[in-house]
Every structure is written in structure tokens, then in C-alpha cells.
């Protein structure tokens, strides 16, 4: 039986799988702000600045420990996220504070800028 076939047996609100969709080249993260899917090396990791602080900042080498969440460097983003609460939820924390990390977005860049 074909993949087609069998989804078309499943009723109408089953989607195909996204592996159906084509291949996808590299690792693919999940923005906290929009839920639009991308390219790891498109989006921000955010990460919380240290234990104590409950301060947002961005990751720009990726390799800091503990919980990340993904952002896409963008303030439309950032905004939705700061609404819908999405940083204490994906990082499993209380209240941040997203300043610092508001200051890289509006910058700019800062998803170019590894140091």
C-alpha cells in the first residue's frame, strides 16, 4: 500500500509527515516567538544569563550549558514571545528580564557576530 494511500484511509486531519516534505539539510529549530520552523544557523539561541539573574542574552557561539530557546533576529519575534510568555515556558524559569537581549535585536546582527 502506498504512503498516499494509507493517509487517504486515515481521514481528512491527517497531515502527511514532514520527512514527506523533502529532505531537510542541517539542524532545523522552532522560533519561540512566531513557531515558524528554520535553519539553526538563521535563528538567535537564547539562553539565561546566569542562575541568580533572570537575565534573557543571546548565545552567539551555541555552546553555553543548559536550557537555549530559539529566536529569530527579529523584534517582531522577540515581541510575540515576550507576550505569549515563551521564554520562562521554553526555558523553564520565572520572569525574565529581556532587556539586554531587546538591545541585540534591535541592533541588529547578532545572529551574524559569533565571538
Known sequence: ?????RL???GPRVRPPESAQ???EGPV??????RARGHRSTLLRVV????????????RMRTR?????????DL????????????TRALRTEALDTSRLRGE???GGAAGSRS
Do not use: I
Open 48 to 59: 539565561v544569563a546566569d542562575e541568580g539573574d533572570h537575565v534573557a542574552v543571546v548565545d
Open 76 to 87: 517582531k519575534c522577540l515581541e510575540l514571545a515576550e507576550r505569549r510568555r515563551a521564554f
Open 29 to 34: 529549530r522552532t522560533c519561540v516567538g512566531c
Open 8 to 10: 487517504a484511509e486515515a
Open 105 to 107: 535585536v534591535e541592533r
Open 65 to 73: 550549558p543548559g536550557r537555549g530557546a530559539w529566536l529569530h533576529d
Open 1 to 5: 500500500m502506498s504512503e498516499g494511500a
Open 22 to 24: 523533502g529532505p531537510v
